[in-house]
């Protein structure tokens, strides 16, 4: 079955500190993973996935497919950072292309 | 970002009631979802289109229907509310054809309370 788990609810890291946010899937096929961010008061939006290898505000995930894991990963957390951090799976087989979503992981950075 | 709209944005409501979350796209996708947020649970799919034609059954469709009026319209219907179904309800687009790949864009949600 068809699985994302993010063992975290709750990171809390000072300002300054590097933050990782864990990601573990399932999936038998070749998945395609993103990250989605949810700041305060604003809409669920992309913050990267796998297939564009690229770094954005900092963030950097890489697919693990041996540990089937896409961790998030940032060495030196900010403020702004704080906010509500999911992991999706799609797989490149199934053409209905459904995102599977982890129950998500509140980024907390204190100053 | 307008791109993705949902109304209304708060609602409360009365167990028995039937309600309609409305969705609207002006980003000429042809994919179009709805969603479910409960805390600890993350995101889980009710229904989903992909075109006008085209309506499918998501993870927790029981208790809700949808209408895909046009491409640009996608509403969510509950039949007949239930407090269990007190969630922030979140609709998104995709475009797999635009080479945006995988990439949803949602809306801000609507918050539903149902007593």
């Known amino acids: 079955a068809q699985r994302v788990t993010q063992p975290e609810k709750l990171l809390s890291v000072f300002k300054g500190a590097p933050v990782e946010l864990k990601c573990n899937y399932s999936y038998s096929g070749s998945p395609e993973l993103f990250w989605y961010v949810q700041y305060s008061r604003q809409r669920l939006q992309l913050l990267l996935r796998?297939?564009?290898?690229?770094s954005i505000k900092g963030f950097t995930a890489d697919l693990n497919k041996g540990e089937t894991s896409f961790h998030l990963k940032k060495p030196f957390a900010q403020e702004e950072d704080s906010a509500m951090y999911y992991c999706a799976l799609s797989g490149l087989e199934d053409s209905n292309y459904q995102l599977i979503w982890g129950a998500g992981t509140k980024l907390i950075i204190k100053p | 970002d307008a791109d993705v709209t949902q109304t209304p944005r708060n609602r409360i409501t009365k167990t028995g009631k039937r309600i309609m979350l409305e969705c609207s796209q002006t980003k000429g996708h042809d994919r179009m979802y709805w969603y479910r947020q409960d805390p600890g649970l993350g995101l889980r799919l009710i229904y989903y289109?992909?075109?006008?034609?085209?309506?499918n059954k998501g993870e927790i469709s029981d208790g809700y229907s949808v209408s895909r009026q046009a491409q640009a319209k996608f509403s969510l219907s509950l039949e007949s509310a239930i407090p269990n179904q007190t969630a922030l309800y979140f609709c998104?687009?995709?475009?797999?054809?635009?080479?945006?790949?995988?990439?949803?864009?949602f809306g801000p949600g609507t918050r539903l309370t149902v007593l």
């Open positions: 289109s992909f075109d006008v034609k085209d309506i």
């Open positions: 998104a687009t995709s475009d797999l054809a635009a080479g945006e790949g995988n990439e949803q864009f």
């Open positions: 796998h297939i564009s290898r690229e």
